[in-house]
């Protein structure tokens, strides 16, 4: 990978990240936690870095990257989940609920 360079030495090769049915906010079969994505981007991206996800179904890279002051680029050849994608994008920046409704959101300064 291009410019790859690992910022931690001492990091373990486990990963424990809290997860489970509760914490799914998607019907996307394969959703992670944000955490996770979080946690991966603090140690192989700097500030205002580009992140790029090619098959990004519901789009949690995006708001974990947002989150870490990344920039970010979702591809997502369904049209369904790249709209969920594009929300939770949206929500992460605005810091509304992704799930309300868009007439909701803007009640509350949210989405557009």
């Not at 914490?23 to 992670?32: I, L, P, V």
């Not at 192989?44 to 680029?73: E, H, N």
Request: charged letters at 30%; proline letters at 5%; a negative charge.
């Amino acid at each position: 990978m291009f410019g790859f360079q690992r910022r931690r030495t001492d990091e373990v090769d486990l990963w424990r990240v809290p997860w489970n049915a509760a914490h799914r906010d998607t019907d996307h079969a394969a959703q992670k936690p944000q955490a996770l994505y979080e946690r991966a981007l603090r140690l192989v991206t700097d500030a205002d870095a580009i992140v790029a996800d090619v098959f990004a179904g519901s789009g949690t890279a995006g708001p974990a990257s947002l989150a870490l002051g990344r920039r970010v680029i979702l591809i997502e050849r369904d049209p369904d989940y790249a709209e969920i994608a594009r929300r939770r994008c949206e929500a992460a920046e605005t810091d509304a609920d992704w799930r309300a409704p868009p007439e909701q959101a803007a009640l509350f300064g949210g989405a557009r």
